[in-house]
């Protein structure tokens, strides 16, 4: 299995930055790929980033172009680089793994960690 531990969050002014990363232990190298979600208070939980195990990317269109999302396998750890951020960007931030094995998908995820962008 895998076990995931956000970390980075913070309160940030607009148009500010902030670095989040996600430590990952376990049968880390099984990873196929992994993902940033976020979800604001009563709203969705929302796909924001997505990286495959050979560094392919794709993110969302209200955080293309702002945020960065990379991995180093070596380190056993991913990174989200967000700037230029925007109060709507406030949201508790997850981290997510999925493994296969065997022919078989396995979830994972982190406990989360508070983003808030406000003046």
């Known amino acids: 299995q895998v076990q995931l531990v956000e970390s980075g969050g913070g309160l940030v002014q607009p148009g500010g930055s902030l670095r989040l990363s996600c430590a990952a232990s376990?049968?880390?190298?099984?990873?196929?790929?992994m993902g940033w979600y976020r979800q604001a208070p009563g709203k969705q939980r929302e796909w924001v980033a997505f990286i495959t195990s050979g560094g392919e990317t794709n993110y969302a269109d209200s955080v293309k172009g702002r945020f960065t999302i990379s991995r180093d396998n070596a380190k056993n750890t991913v990174w989200l680089l967000m700037n230029s951020l925007k109060p709507e960007d406030t949201a508790v931030y997850y981290c997510?793994?999925?493994?296969?094995?065997?022919?078989?998908?396995?979830?994972?995820w982190g406990q989360g960690t508070q983003v808030t962008v406000s003046s």
């Open positions: 376990g049968s880390i190298f099984s990873i196929a790929a």
């Open positions: 997510n793994a999925v493994r296969v094995e065997n022919y078989e998908a396995y979830d994972y």
